[in-house]
């Protein structure tokens, strides 16, 4: 599934990064924006998980914005993934490195597997659940984090902002692909979402959770791919900062 991955950045991300023409970059709502690169990446990865499963449902981000009733058919699945082409395309169009293609599987409504690439960094994140999560050879394990505690969050109003005596909230790398790879390697302790498109957060979760992470909503439920959370996601290093940070959340 990597080399797919890599096989379709190679194909439909790569030549565009830093070179998008005009008409490449499309706007699907105000300021939610797609591309070429995004459409045509879906449509390969799609095309050769069907072909590899043809039972299975593909949630794609940009086959969602086209046919709202694909998210129930995922809810209810038996066998599916999610696909993510370009996450992080705000990143992709403004030329910053940072963007990420991800896919994830669910059995029964509950993440098996997962993968991340990052085209620009030529980084692969895996996971398989129980089996541990990996970049490359090497097996990822997430310490617990300590004082004082280094909060993300992509809620533009809450930059800045402090909750509970905790440090301020400084801005994730705007690309779940990203943040999700940054806290496991330590260079955040938690991240705080609004938003938890199945896109965007299964894969990582997964991989969150094999390294020894925790991924839950404000209210204390665990994420589940089939979860659709009323406030947002909150994902930590450890059980002891995800508690410390959702009970000092507004």
């Not at 609004?194 to 990582?204: E, I, M, N, S, Y």
Request: hydrophobic share 40%; net charge negative.
């Amino acid at each position: 599934m990597l080399q797919l991955l890599r096989d379709v950045s190679e194909v439909a991300i790569n030549p565009r990064f830093r070179a998008l023409a005009e008409d490449e970059v499309h706007e699907k709502n105000p300021g939610d924006l797609v591309t070429d690169a995004d459409r045509e990446a879906e449509k390969l990865i799609t095309a050769a998980l069907l072909g590899a499963y043809p039972d299975a449902v593909v949630l794609g981000e940009e086959a969602h914005s086209a046919d709202a009733g694909l998210m129930d058919r995922y809810l209810a699945a038996e066998h599916a993934f999610t696909v993510d082409p370009v996450d992080g395309t705000k990143n992709f169009v403004h030329g910053s490195r940072d963007h990420a293609v991800m896919v994830s599987e669910t059995v029964r409504g509950q993440t098996v597997r997962a993968w991340i690439w990052q085209p620009q960094h030529e980084l692969g994140y895996v996971a398989e659940r129980g089996a541990g999560a990996w970049c490359g050879s090497r097996r990822l394990r997430r310490e617990a984090a300590v004082a004082p505690l280094d909060g993300r969050t992509s809620r533009r109003a809450w930059i800045g902002a402090s909750f509970g005596g905790l440090p301020a909230l400084r801005l994730t790398w705007v690309s779940c692909g990203i943040d999700y790879p940054k806290l496991v390697e330590g260079e955040a302790d938690y991240i705080v979402y609004h938003r938890a498109a199945p896109w965007d957060h299964v894969p990582g979760t997964l991989i969150l959770r094999e390294a020894g992470g925790v991924s839950g909503t404000p209210d204390g439920v665990a994420y589940q791919p089939r979860l659709r959370p009323a406030r947002g996601l909150v994902i930590a290093a450890d059980a002891a900062t995800y508690d410390t940070v959702r009970v000092a959340l507004p």
